[in-house]
């Protein structure tokens, strides 16, 4: 059964820092992985999908990588805002089902 | 921009009554999903749907039933509130397989 795990569960970082959150999950068969920012109170809004052929994804000042075989992805935020405050989770799925299954998020505060 | 319009943002219903949550999508897609949101569980899928009157459970579907009769609207149906159903429901939309997942704002339902 797969599994998605998402570490650190909280982050708090200065405006203006460089930063990665982590995602890794146990079944490498996936059909792509999506990255998504959830702000408080509010529905999921995706920033990046990887498709299983891809390595990495760019939007701005956000680039999501894929490692297929070690079954983990990474989203790195350049230069962080206060306005990247929000929780961030990462799905993978996996078969014809189009079933996601979502990691449990990282927090993250960008302090200004 | 797809638009996912779950039309109650805020419900307060007694243990025992039955709920029908609403969902409607105006992109034409065919896979329609309802997720459950839980401090600590992240998001788990109840059921699914890849076309009209089809459905399939997820991963939680225990006390709950949907209902597609048309492609653009998604029911999730409570036939029996309780209050371990009190939580964040949020909809979600795909057209294929393989593209991005469109959430709609959520729907927090209090049992009491």
């Known amino acids: 059964k797969q599994e998605v795990t998402q570490i650190p569960a909280a982050l708090s970082v200065p405006e203006g820092e460089n930063l990665v959150l982590n995602c890794s999950f146990t079944?490498?068969?996936?059909?792509?992985l999506q990255w998504f920012r959830q702000d408080p109170g509010k529905g999921l809004t995706s920033l990046l999908l990887?498709?299983?052929?891809?390595r990495e994804q760019t939007s701005g000042r956000l680039n999501a990588s894929l490692d297929k075989s070690s079954g983990r992805s990474t989203l790195y935020i350049a230069a962080s805002q206060p306005g990247d405050s929000a929780t961030y989770l990462c799905?993978?799925?996996?078969?014809?089902?189009?079933?996601?299954?979502f990691g449990t998020g990282t927090l993250l505060a960008v302090q200004p | 921009d797809v638009k996912v319009t779950q039309s109650s943002r805020y419900l307060v219903k007694r243990t025992g009554e039955k709920v029908f949550l609403e969902c409607v999508q105006d992109?034409?897609?065919?896979?329609m999903f309802w997720y459950r949101q839980d401090p600590g569980l992240g998001l788990r899928l109840i059921y699914f749907?890849?076309?009209?009157?089809?459905?399939e459970k997820g991963d939680i579907p225990e006390g709950y039933s949907v209902s597609r009769e048309k492609k653009e609207r998604f029911s999730l149906i409570l036939e029996s509130a309780s209050t371990n159903q009190t939580s964040m429901y949020l909809c979600?939309?795909?057209?294929?397989?393989?593209?991005?997942?469109?959430f709609g704002e959520g729907s927090w339902l209090t049992v009491v």
């Open positions: 749907s890849y076309d009209v009157k089809m459905k």
């Open positions: 990887i498709q299983s052929s891809q």
């Open positions: 079944d490498s068969a996936i059909y792509n």
């Open positions: 992109m034409d897609h065919e896979n």
């Open positions: 799905a993978v799925a996996g078969g014809a089902t189009n079933k996601l299954i």
């Open positions: 979600a939309t795909l057209r294929g397989s393989g593209n991005t997942i469109y």
